[in-house]
């Protein structure tokens, strides 16, 4: 019976992303560059050894590079072993940055100096069921989101709050980042409502949630 359980997904300490820097101070702190765009991947590279569509994004990215050097693609996170695959996986490939495993209290300060974060999942058992607590991470530092169209990221994400792409296309992925590098108003759209829509994520509005679904006010 529906009225017997409650389905409460993970979320986010919402103050946690609340930080006094500018993204012109993130940057300075992080010694990122500040006159260009920064797209950014920051999480976990793999999952119980499946990698998480980093690559996907990588090859996209340099599909937009080869005639756009003012955008920067940051990668952030581990495991290390990982990333430093990656990194001589793609040596040539500039304007490529692989910071590798960070201290998590670092990570609001990459959220706000990155401008657009992807989600790019593949079409996997693990992305069908999955509930990423980086999701609701990005929307609380009110990012930009770019995400794989799958239903278990529909859960949460829409047209409101997040751009999708075609789930496995790198062509599809890196139209979705030309389209945010140019529409500067549904950047600052999404931003704006991602960071509304994160209060439904907290972890205080999940607590609430599960108190009301066994009858307390």
Same mark, same amino acid.
């Given at each position: 019976?529906?009225?017997?359980?409650?389905?409460?997904?993970?979320?986010?300490?919402?103050?946690?992303?609340?930080? =006094?820097?500018?993204?012109?101070?993130?940057?300075?702190?992080?010694?990122?560059?500040?006159?260009?765009?920064?797209?950014?991947? @920051?999480?976990?590279?793999?999952?119980?050894?499946?990698?998480?569509?980093?690559?996907?994004?990588?090859?996209?990215? =340099?599909?937009?590079?080869?005639?756009?050097?003012?955008?920067?693609?940051?990668?952030?996170?581990?495991?290390?072993?990982?990333?430093?695959?990656?990194?001589?996986?793609?040596?040539?490939?500039?304007?490529? @940055?692989?910071?590798?495993?960070?201290?998590?209290?670092?990570?609001?300060?990459?959220?706000? &100096?990155?401008?657009? @974060?992807?989600?790019?999942?593949?079409?996997?058992?693990? &992305?069908?069921?999955?509930?990423?607590?980086?999701?609701?991470?990005?929307?609380?530092?009110?990012? @930009?989101?770019?995400?794989?169209?799958?239903? &278990?990221?529909?859960?949460?994400?829409?047209?409101?709050? &997040?751009?999708?792409?075609?789930?496995?296309?790198?062509?599809?992925?890196?139209?979705?980042?030309?389209?945010?590098?140019?529409?500067?108003?549904?950047?600052?759209?999404?931003?704006?409502?991602?960071?509304?829509?994160?209060?439904?994520?907290?972890?205080?509005?999940?607590?609430?949630?599960?108190?009301?679904?066994?009858?307390?006010?």
């Amino acid at each position: 019976s529906d009225d017997k359980f409650v389905v409460a997904s993970n979320g986010v300490d919402v103050d946690f992303f609340e930080i =006094k820097e500018t993204k012109e101070e993130a940057r300075k702190i992080l010694n990122m560059p500040f006159s260009k765009t920064i797209i950014g991947y @920051v999480g976990r590279l793999e999952t119980v050894g499946k990698e998480k569509g980093v690559n996907l994004l990588i090859e996209s990215f =340099k599909k937009l590079a080869t005639d756009n050097n003012q955008i920067v693609l940051y990668i952030v996170g581990g495991p290390d072993e990982l990333a430093s695959r990656y990194k001589n996986q793609y040596l040539s490939l500039e304007n490529l @940055v692989i910071i590798g495993q960070v201290e998590y209290r670092k990570i609001p300060l990459y959220l706000r &100096a990155i401008d657009v @974060v992807v989600i790019p999942l593949p079409d996997d058992q693990h &992305a069908k069921t999955t509930s990423p607590i980086k999701l609701f991470e990005f929307l609380a530092a009110g990012k @930009v989101i770019i995400a794989s169209d799958l239903p &278990a990221i529909k859960s949460y994400l829409d047209n409101s709050n &997040a751009l999708f792409f075609k789930t496995g296309d790198v062509d599809d992925l890196a139209d979705k980042i030309r389209i945010i590098l140019i529409e500067s108003g549904l950047r600052e759209k999404l931003s704006a409502k991602a960071k509304i829509d994160s209060m439904r994520y907290s972890w205080l509005s999940r607590a609430d949630k599960i108190l009301k679904s066994r009858g307390f006010n």
